[in-house]
């Protein structure tokens, strides 16, 4: 299996640039079904939640229906209260570690697509007392400042409560390997999954295909919970980007996964526990084409397939992840490696 390295990085590169907040993901639904129109598949359409689903028929109408989920939110920021010098005051969307946040750059996007850039100010250190200084304000105790004198002048820029935004963090290659970027929770798993189908495009395989590219992840899986009632698969994956904690300090029994190990198979999280016929079905996948791969350390995080598994009378589920350092912060790290890994193991566990 030959997958395109540069296409790969391309894409992951525009996926990470996209703004894409829980229950506002229209920029990035709307660059998937541009892609999915040359991907053959059956039948793509948005569902009454923003929900990009879509269908790539198997040859044996006794095949399996296999749901494959990527979630296109990431974690990101809503105008909870805008003041009367036009500082604005923002609540997470999705779980944020506030130690991230003073001075990190913010992009707000207004109704037209627009982004408005700010910082999230501070007083200066100078008039601050030590210990204050040491102490980190919640984040709805913090503001961003976006230039503006006044409320007015924040309204006029077409914000207003509830708008929403991410970190302002333009994706940058680092080298042939590795990605510095936002948002690869989980634009990641949708760049593989639309590779899959690219590997897909010529190849009939019995079993049909349940293609889903969920919104609200970050904040529940609730895109995810109708997706799988409106399809009703027999067995689902979800493609997830996970912690990898290979990083000073962290002693190896919370190594969750390393970089450059390949993709992440989960045994277990805080929202599944994987039947063991998808773990063996993982496993005769890696098998195939000698993919290496690592256990996701159990019991971190959530995905979509906790909802997924308990759908209407139960979905088998699974988890398969490309591991990121830093996820849900400014910026993560990745390996295109591991991404590349991933995307095989995932063709070959629908081919079986
Ligand atoms: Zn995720």
Known sequence: ???????????????????????????????????LEKLAVDKAWIDPLGNVLA???GSDPNGLRIMLDAHVDEVGFMISHID????????????????????????????????????????????????????IPPINEMFVDIGCKSYQEVRDMDLDIGSVGTFYTECIQLNNNVLLGKAFDDRTA???????????KDIEIPHTLMITFAVQEEVGGRGATVAGFTLEPSIALALENTIA???????????ITKLGSGPAVTAADRSLIVPKKILDRIKTAADMDGIAWQYKKPVYGGTDAGNISITRSGVPSGVISVPCRY????????QVDDIIETIKLVVNFCKI
Request: overall charge negative; hydrophobic content about 35%.
């Open 190 to 200: 949708c760049n593989v999954l639309l590779q899959v189908l690219e590997q897909l």
């Open 245 to 255: 904690s290979d990083v000073p300090g962290v002693p190896p029994a919370k190594m």
């Open 327 to 334: 996820i849900h912060a400014n910026a993560g790290l990745l």
């Open 84 to 135: 009367d010098q036009g500082y604005i005051t923002i609540e997470t969307l999705g779980g944020i570690d506030k130690r991230l946040m003073l001075g990190s750059l913010i992009q707000f996007h207004t109704t037209e697509r627009k982004r408005i850039i700010g910082v999230v100010g501070t007083s200066p250190p100078h008039i601050t007392r030590q210990e204050d200084r040491e102490k």
């Open 55 to 57: 269908i790539k028929e």
């Open 1 to 35: 299996m030959t997958v395109d390295r540069k296409k790969v990085i391309e894409t992951q590169i525009e996926l990470s640039n996209l703004i894409g907040c829980p229950g506002h993901e229209v920029e990035v639904t709307d660059y998937i079904l541009v892609k």
